[in-house]
């Protein structure tokens, strides 16, 4: 199958600005840290400079290849991701209690964003070939909730519960697309939603943001809230307009991981409650092409594919944007294209390429004619029934 028009420039363009815009972002929120920690306010937008670059690369890369080429190879792409998930648990990095970065010679990579997008492939690639037997529980069901749960138990364990539950909320999003029975959705989420309510309990850190979240106030608590009460204080400096470029109090040490998770109370105090909706307005932008993408790609395997990237987008923006503005508990997921850092911003980056690569293929809705204004003027003169008689 020939690609029938070039990607979609809007969606390509809105992405690469997203990227070039974080470098301001990321140096105005990590510059007194990166001064103290590294001794120059530069170190950490040079490091976020060339995950940009990567990231730019690898949407250019991914946006050249064939989709159709992926998916003879989800399968393969699938096992090689769990095998990843696998060997983090042993070989990982350990860093504040967690396993999740496994490092290979002079680079380091969070695994569970490469099962994201693997999963969202596989299941794809699945639906669309079981779609005659979609209803059958055993024959299509099983098989395809299978990868989900093997995904989502690995990175639980690391632990990395909200990736765990992103990953689950995506895997039945794609399948709800694709007709799966809802009661079968229902009752395994049901299911899977229990059992991971009891495993978030067996964590003490996770009860403490479920306390602090619903307003219990403790010694221990207080301190889990310390980061959302300094994250609604940066949107209260902000105002309407903000307190202007690089002018972030803030981000003093006042906000932990201002540049990583919580860099969208930074936006919202240098740029105002105008700069932070704009932003959303940029996503929204960014998921409407999306879905506009899937509707009209030309398979199944297409149509999947491109609504599970956009879904993932989607929710990755949403619960970042809602911690930050203390409307969930804090969890440890990026702002996509924003927040600094590497393995997020290069696979997401890699999957927009994905899913510019499928809008190359998307089969446009016929357009009416071009109707001229002396035409429609005639029209309303002389309307058409009245030629017909005349």
Excluded at 73 to 101: D, H, N, P
Excluded at 178 to 189: E, R
Aim: proline residues 4%.
């Amino acid at each position: 199958m020939k690609p029938k028009r070039t990607a979609d420039l809007s969606l390509f363009l809105t992405v690469t600005g997203l990227l070039l815009a974080s470098l301001a972002f990321v140096y105005s929120a990590s510059a007194s840290f990166s001064a103290v920690k590294m001794g120059a306010s530069e170190s950490m937008l040079f490091n976020h400079a060339k995950k940009v670059f990567l990231s730019l690369v690898a949407m250019i890369v991914f946006t050249k290849i064939d989709y159709h080429k992926f998916e003879k190879q989800t399968k393969w792409i699938m096992i090689s991701s769990l095998f990843l998930l696998v060997a983090v648990l042993f070989i990982g990095t350990r860093e504040l209690g967690a396993r999740r970065w496994l490092a290979l010679g002079p680079f380091s990579f969070q695994p569970a964003e490469f099962a994201k997008f693997a999963l969202v492939l596989h299941v794809a690639a699945l639906c669309a070939a079981k779609q005659e037997i979609i209803g059958n529980f055993k024959k299509a069901f099983l098989p395809i909730v299978f990868w989900a749960i093997a995904a989502a138990a690995l990175i639980a364990k690391q632990p990395n519960m909200s990736t765990a539950s992103v990953l689950m909320v995506i895997a039945f999003a794609i399948m709800y697309i694709a007709q799966v029975p809802l009661k079968y959705m229902l009752t395994s989420g049901a299911l899977a939603l229990f059992g991971g309510g009891l495993f978030a309990l067996t964590a003490s850190y996770r009860v403490q943001r479920m306390l602090a979240f619903v307003g219990h106030h403790t010694q221990h608590t207080s301190q889990v809230a310390y980061q959302t009460d300094q994250a609604l204080i940066a949107f209260g400096n902000g105002g309407l307009f903000g307190v202007g470029i690089g002018q972030s109090r803030q981000s003093l040490f006042f906000l932990p991981e201002s540049y990583g998770d919580f860099i969208y109370s930074v936006i919202g105090e240098e740029y105002g409650f105008i700069g932070a909706i704009l932003l959303l307005v940029v996503f929204g932008f960014i998921v409407i092409r999306g879905i506009q993408i899937a509707k009209h790609a030309p398979d199944a395997f297409g149509r999947y594919t491109a609504f599970g990237i956009t879904m993932t987008l989607a929710l990755y923006v949403t619960i970042n944007a809602f911690v930050n503005v203390g409307l969930l508990p804090v969890t440890g997921l990026p702002m996509p294209f924003v927040s600094y850092g590497g393995t997020s911003m290069i696979f997401s980056a890699a999957a927009m390429g994905i899913l510019l690569n499928i809008s190359k293929y998307a089969v446009t809705l016929p357009r009416a004619p071009r109707v001229t204004i002396a035409e429609r003027l005639l029209r309303i003169v002389k309307p058409p029934e009245q030629e017909a008689i005349a």
